[in-house]
């Protein structure tokens, strides 16, 4: 085993020592609330993933590999009847995609850990010798840890520069009169004079620090300007102890044209209403707690008539001893769609 401090030893000296090496194992870094790992075969990557960040399942919505439908269906086989099995592995085993494809997904999903860990300064890590019965590893040669190191290093350098993310951006001049950044057209098309920048980021198959600095740059070039109005984007809570369902409510949320906090701790749902002071909420019952949160808020004094709406596995069931308080809800599992609006109706907009 190896630990250290990454103010001491940097994140890219040990990156590269696995890979000359060639060492297998798993990495682990702690920072704060945050907890990455990463897990190595003969000095190649194999997998990577951060809490709280991005999920494998989340990065196949956005790909366009899995539909927002789908990648419930294998959360609630995972949860049932393959625990600790990774998602991207029961969806091919489950015939939604091929091997390349869960390839290409965990590869995506690697390199944006990576670039979120080279912003660490500081921070715990430790290497330890490879878990004998790990199931959460795909199966397959893994990634050239170098030349992965090499992509985040580079999107690090031309990205550096972006927007921040709750601007809202106006098209102004001809696109077609100046040279177009490649992903330029992309973004350009989905700016509409009301979204963020972060929503913007949300329908596009691209890491956020790539599309603020798309914007950016096509503020630059005179193709956008800063719109002198902030977005109407009301604020959504989400309380879920499940992180991959959290990143997938988020993403489609965002899409909406929505901000979005999340809170895993269903103990913790008033205290984030209260830091937060969301339009509505939205409480996963995967852990059967969901119905307590909603009384808890019911009772209190400021927030007792806040929007709820909850997911649940299935119909409620009345007592007369104890009356279900009022929520919307909605049964999992549901169309992006469905959710959008039934969020909408609660907020008093329509999508």
Do not use: C
Not at 168 to 176: I, M, Q
Not at 313 to 322: C, I, T, Y
């Amino acid at each position: 085993m190896i630990r250290g401090s990454l103010k001491n030893l940097p994140l890219t000296d040990m990156f590269q020592l696995i890979a000359n090496t060639q060492k297998s194992g798993v990495m682990t870094l702690t920072r704060h609330e945050s907890r990455a790992r990463l897990y190595f075969q003969q000095g190649r990557l194999s997998y990577a993933h951060v809490t709280p960040g991005n999920h494998l399942g989340e990065i196949m919505v956005r790909m366009d590999l899995l539909s927002f439908l789908e990648v419930q269906e294998i959360l609630k086989r995972q949860r049932t009847e393959n625990p600790g099995t990774l998602l991207g592995r029961m969806a091919v085993d489950m015939g939604y995609i091929e091997e390349d494809d869960l390839a290409a997904a965990v590869e995506l999903q690697a390199l944006e850990v990576l670039s979120e860990l080279m912003s660490w300064s500081d921070g715990a890590f430790e290497f330890t010798a490879p878990e004998p019965d790990a199931t959460q590893t795909p199966i397959g040669e893994g990634i050239d840890a170098l030349a992965l190191l090499m992509r985040v290093a580079t999107g690090i350098y031309e990205y550096g520069n972006g927007v921040a993310p709750e601007l809202v951006f106006l098209k102004a001049g001809d696109p077609t009169s100046v040279e177009m950044p490649q992903g330029g057209w992309e973004v350009l098309g989905h700016v509409d004079g009301r979204r963020s920048a972060r929503s913007i980021a949300a329908e596009l198959d691209m890491s956020e620090r790539k599309v603020f600095h798309l914007l950016a740059e096509l503020a630059e070039l005179g193709v956008l300007e800063q719109a002198p109005y902030p977005a109407d984007e009301p604020l959504v809570l989400v309380v879920t102890p499940s992180d991959a369902l959290a990143r997938l409510l988020r993403l489609t949320l965002l899409r909406a044209g929505l901000r979005v906090e999340l809170v895993e701790d269903y103990d913790r749902a008033l205290q984030g209403i209260e830091e937060h002071h969301p339009k509505a909420v939205v409480v996963d019952d995967s852990a059967g707690a969901a119905w307590d949160v909603v009384r808890d808020v019911r009772r209190s004094g400021a927030h007792g008539h806040l929007p709820m709406l909850l997911l649940i596995d299935r119909p409620p069931r009345q007592s007369l001893f104890r009356p279900l308080p009022r929520a919307e809800t909605l049964q999992k599992p549901f169309h992006e769609l469905e959710l959008q609006q039934q969020v909408g109706r609660l907020l008093g907009k329509n999508f």
